[in-house]
């Protein structure tokens, strides 16, 4: 299954050259996620942190009054992160596709922490395919080399 965000353009949101600046796609893409992950149904009321972002401009989006659609699905759920991706579209056109690696965090305690079995359940939901678990369950969830593979949009 995949959420659903429509989102409005903003006149501040072009630049010089009279499109949708590249840098706004990551606040559209946060707002998307902030509607995404907190909804009073389903929320990670422990909070969380994005460990990084990919942006694959496909289109340039240019400014106009009717709102854009985000698809957001799960592709990746580990121990202590997950990933989400991102197509920012209107129907057959996409203008960009994306990626963000998110890590839950204990702000109290000042570090990451596992997710819970509520929010693998409720990330579980919005996976296309069903199998995101991956198979390093060791405190942290991930090992030297996760760090530095693509994440793919």
Known sequence: MRHVYRCPLRWADMDAYGHINNVVFLRYL??????FLFRPEKDFQQGS????????YKQ???HRH???DIELWVTEIRAAWFTVAYEVKDGD??????STRIVPYDFEAR?????TAEE??????YTDDGDTDGTDDR??????GDRDEAVAA
């Open 120 to 125: 693998r359940a409720f990330l579980r939901e």
């Open 49 to 56: 942190v994005v460990e990084r972002h990919e942006i694959v």
């Open 30 to 35: 946060e707002e998307a996620r902030i509607d």
């Open 139 to 144: 405190a942290g969830g991930r090992n030297e």
């Open 60 to 62: 340039q989006l240019v």
């Open 66 to 68: 009717t709102p854009v």
């Open 93 to 98: 056109t996409v203008y960009a596709t994306a």
């Open 111 to 115: 570090r990451p922490r596992r997710i």
